[in-house]
């Protein structure tokens, strides 16, 4: 069996992709192979293991903070852009792969760190990537060719359950600190349909309360829920809204899980692992997205046939076909059989819905709301303080690089 090295970024409790990159580490040992985590940062190394279990609930033997002092592997894995390169220098011979879960550099404005993180898929190291659409970039963009595996859900949690949908309702996964996630949008999408059905319920979640911002709409913010209560509220609600400008998240093939109909943009990103027959992928402008929930909200028998497309979907797609894939994927590598460039075809085949946003065609409501880019209010402060602001924030920078 194998011994592998996990470079895994500083841990964020409630992380999705943490859960995803341990949970593949974990069924490597299940398999009968060896993983050492190496944990970004410094900490008490005696803690390092009961971090991990405390906030995923996995138990490694072998953990240790920083990513100096690598011991000799058979395998090393690069879980984030920045750790590619400690993956490509690291001074013994081994198999070098990475384990994508977005194209993180689009999680930077372009500069250097957009082009770094681009340059990481250059490094020679061997992608295994959640979804399609990933694999399909590195190929068209790097001619890099890549392992995937689809998008599961953990079935003994996400499931129909037998409680029927009786409220006119739309939960909304809202993430103010993950721009990918478009969380203004969202809110203008339901801000406008609030105003046409006063009546629909609207349910915030994936987020503290205390940092929701400001909503001018009535809603219930229900915080950061367990997977259980998202299940609940999944068979609960009528609609769901899931909005990804990068890679997909896990929530939408959830959601698919317990029958919810659900709503994302019409974007490249998104036509690779999101199903035509379950979900409704809309023009990425507020009045579109509002305009494709009010069409699933007005029609009953469509939301019920996308409701058993997604059951029907995400039934061959269970967490231990994911984590077999990727067990299959390394058993490959080990025996030096590698993946090959190769074409990738759209699974999405539908236009987008489309609603016309101009002047005259939306509610005034929707217009006293444009959130503001948080640099505009930066620019409005006395120029003294924004000079002293600058220098404060060179000077804090300057010391997080020399440290």
Partial sequence: MSHIAWFIPSLIQGSGGHRTMLQHAYAMEQAGDTCHIYLEGSGDQKQ?????????GYKFKYVSFGWQDIQTVDIAVATIWYSAIIVRNLPFDCIRCYFV??????FNPMGDAYLLAENSYRYGLIPITIGRWLKHELGKRFQVPAYHFDFGADQNIYR?????????????????DKPRRCSHIGLEALGIVKHRRPDVQIYLFGSSPQDKGHIWFEHQ???????????SLYNRCTIGLCLSSSNPSRIP?????????LVELWRDNNFYDLPPEAVSLSDQTPESLAEAMLLLLDNPEERERMSQAGIE????????NETDTVLEAFSKLKQGVFPQLEPDLPLYNKPPITADCRR???????????????????QSLPLPLRNLLRRCYRKVRRFL???
């Fill in 48 to 56: 390092a293991s009961q971090l991990i279990e405390r906030l995923f």
């Fill in 101 to 106: 879960q977005d194209y993180e550099a689009m």
């Fill in 160 to 176: 129909p359950l037998e409680e029927k949908r009786h409220e006119q309702s739309i939960c909304f996964i809202y993430q103010l």
């Fill in 221 to 231: 913010h229900l915080g950061l829920l367990s997977l259980e209560e998202c299940n």
């Fill in 253 to 261: 093939f959830e959601m698919m899980a317990a029958g919810l109909p």
């Fill in 313 to 320: 979907y995400m039934a061959v797609r269970t967490l231990q």
């Fill in 360 to 378: 005259d065609s939306v509610p005034d409501l929707a217009y006293s709301h444009i959130p503001r880019p948080a640099y505009s209010r930066f």
């Fill in 401 to 403: 690089m020399e440290g």
